[in-house]
């Protein structure tokens, strides 16, 4: 697979936690990805994800404000001009944006797969926030069960 890759790539040696979550969640789940969030801020692991359903997003949000050093793996071409929000943790070396699609103009279904495959491969541990039923994301945490983690109703 041809990769691109800005930022620190020491992330990669570093204890990775991947982040997965439905487009489609229930509102207890969202409270529970919030909380998960918080957890992570604390800790020394490193978060990777794609962070493209909504939930990801806040997800990544609430990182990149804790100062968590993140890994964002992203389904198409490399940034042209990087997003505001990614500046000031760039700069801070706790950051690597990875692209698993170099060529692709925009996200598909093809590069999504291949990107959270990929995603899932090197992460030493999977948290899914929540998982829809007819999502793409149950085959991964089938795949990947031995690591994998739903986020569930404590």
């Known amino acids: 697979m041809q990769m691109e ?10 204890r990775k936690v991947a982040f997965f979550c439905s487009r489609i969640v229930s509102s207890g789940a969202i409270l529970r990805c919030y ?3 918080t957890q992570m801020a604390d800790s020394s692991n490193v978060v990777i994800g794609g962070f493209q359903s909504k939930i990801e997003k806040d997800v990544l949000h609430f990182l990149l404000k804790s100062r968590q050093p993140v890994i964002i793996v992203i389904a198409r071409r490399m940034y042209k001009e990087l997003p505001n929000e990614l500046t000031n943790p760039m700069n ?4 690597l944006i990875i692209s698993t699609s170099p060529n ?5 279904k093809d590069t999504a797969n291949k990107r959270n495959l990929y995603i899932s491969e090197i992460a030493d541990e999977i948290v899914f926030g929540y998982i829809s039923k007819d999502s793409s994301l149950n085959e991964l945490f ?3 069960k031995e690591k994998s983690t739903l986020l569930r109703e404590r």
């Open 5 to 14: 890759y800005l930022g620190n790539r020491k992330l990669l040696e570093s």
């Open 35 to 37: 909380d998960w969030t």
């Open 92 to 95: 801070e070396g706790r950051l």
């Open 104 to 108: 692709a103009v925009r996200v598909s």
């Open 142 to 144: 089938q795949k990947f």
